[in-house]
């Protein structure tokens, strides 16, 4: 499947323009998304796997746990706002065609005090199916806190 710059162009100004988080284009349609962190890929990756396949992607953040799930989904083009560099170390050795605004060393927390907790949960991971299966267990353990504390 071959692209335009018009396509690459496409994905980039409706992130902008559209206040998402993350875009998707292929074949003339669009997958939008405002949700934070690895949610919009992690969801396409359980409904919809075969739209990513070949996909144009336009993110927001992308740290090392993004950048595996979207190898995973088998994208062609991915634009971040903000990449980090353990991101980038596992895009080098894909077939992904990158670009990015912003390096960083890491991508932060929420709370800025730290290292984002899906990309320290798979710092030492390369494959891509089990970062998946790593990164659906500690959103599990997250929610199941979140509701704890809720709970109090």
Same mark, same amino acid.
């Given at each position: 499947?071959?692209?335009?710059?018009?396509?690459?162009?496409?994905?980039?100004?409706?992130?902008?323009?559209?206040?998402?988080?993350?875009?998707?284009?292929?074949?003339?349609?669009?997958?939008?998304? *405002?949700?934070?962190?690895?949610?919009? !890929?992690?969801? &396409?990756?359980?409904? /919809?796997? $075969?739209?990513?396949?070949?996909?144009? %992607?336009?993110?927001?953040?992308?740290?090392?746990?993004?950048?595996?799930?979207?190898?995973?989904?088998?994208?062609?083009?991915?634009?971040? *706002?903000?990449?980090?560099?353990?991101? !980038?170390?596992? &895009?080098?050795?894909? /077939?992904? $065609?990158?670009?990015?605004?912003?390096? %960083?060393?890491?991508?932060?927390?929420?709370?800025?005090?730290?290292?984002?907790?899906?990309?320290?949960?798979?710092?030492?991971?390369?494959?891509?199916?089990?970062?998946?299966?790593?990164?659906?267990?500690?959103?599990?353990?997250?929610?199941?806190?979140?509701?704890?504390?809720?709970?109090?």
């Amino acid at each position: 499947m071959v692209y335009s710059m018009d396509q690459k162009n496409k994905v980039t100004e409706k992130l902008k323009e559209g206040g998402y988080s993350f875009v998707l284009y292929k074949d003339g349609e669009w997958s939008t998304s *405002e949700k934070r962190g690895i949610a919009p !890929i992690m969801e &396409l990756l359980k409904e /919809n796997k $075969e739209l990513l396949r070949g996909a144009y %992607v336009a993110d927001k953040v992308i740290g090392k746990a993004a950048a595996l799930l979207l190898i995973e989904g088998g994208i062609s083009y991915l634009h971040a *706002e903000i990449i980090s560099e353990h991101a !980038i170390e596992v &895009l080098q050795n894909s /077939n992904i $065609e990158y670009e990015y605004q912003e390096l %960083v060393p890491y991508i932060v927390n929420r709370s800025g005090d730290g290292m984002c907790p899906m990309e320290e949960t798979v710092l030492d991971v390369t494959d891509t199916k089990i970062a998946f299966e790593l990164l659906q267990e500690k959103i599990k353990k997250m929610q199941a806190a979140m509701q704890a504390q809720n709970m109090k």
